[in-house]
């Protein structure tokens, strides 16, 4: 017999003031990076070996990009360059594991972009993160990712697991600078309004209120003695 029941979800939450963006050129200055050239971000770490995250669509996706613009450049967290690096058709710069936060915002801030190209996946917090750092977001529409981009309004969805659909969402947030700036002051005010501690905590609030007031009309006890 199904039972019907309320649900309601409550998403993690995140420090919108530990997790803020920092100037673009100055983040690019303490990286090291060539100023004045789009940049786009895609995390490293055991995604070439799990297929679940999509490194092979993300490659093609480049290869796509690399025959209509030259002008991009990436760079990629999680990992040391290694030794036989894939080539991906554009200058690509690897930060290496950063383990604490201030480095991971400083890695996130100057990109242009940041790119998750899984398969699956639930509420990535690497794609949160960005958010909250004003860094627009390019994905699949599928998993938790449409939960964490608002498609062409806070970074772009492409269609599920297509590498044309994808290249085209990276170069649609690309080419327009000013775009480009308005997807991430919008993802930045998104990570604000609903990942913040305070909102996520008014959310487990209102779930908790609703308990008590059922059980209060159903005349049981929500948190019964022993």
Not at 108 to 120: C, E, I, K
Request: aromatic residues 6%; glycine residues 8%; proline residues 9%.
């Amino acid at each position: 017999m199904l039972v019907s029941c309320p649900a309601m979800s409550v998403p993690n939450c995140l420090d919108t003031a530990r997790w803020q963006p920092i100037d673009q050129q100055l983040a690019r200055e303490l990286l090291g990076l060539p100023l004045g050239v789009p940049t786009l971000l895609f995390g490293a770490l055991g995604g070439g070996e799990d297929p679940r995250k999509g490194f092979d669509l993300l490659l093609q996706a480049l290869g796509q990009l690399s025959c209509q613009r030259s002008d991009l450049q990436l760079l990629v967290f999680g990992q040391l360059a290694p030794r036989e690096p894939p080539q991906l058709g554009f200058p690509t710069h690897y930060t290496g594991r950063l383990h604490d936060d201030l480095s991971l915002r400083a890695l996130y801030s100057p990109a242009d972009l940041m790119v998750v190209p899984s398969r699956q996946d639930n509420l990535p917090n690497t794609a949160v993160e960005a958010h909250a750092c004003g860094t627009p977001v390019v994905a699949f529409r599928t998993g938790g990712l449409p939960d964490i981009v608002a498609d062409r309004v806070t970074g772009a969805l492409a269609e599920p697991f297509e590498p044309a659909s994808l290249a085209v969402a990276i170069r649609w947030v690309l080419d327009d600078p000013r775009r480009r700036r308005a997807l991430g002051a919008a993802a930045r005010e998104r990570a604000e309004r609903l990942w913040a501690p305070e909102r996520v905590a008014g959310m487990y609030a209102e779930v908790y209120g609703q308990v008590i007031e059922r059980s209060a009309q159903k005349g049981t006890s929500t948190f019964p003695l022993r």
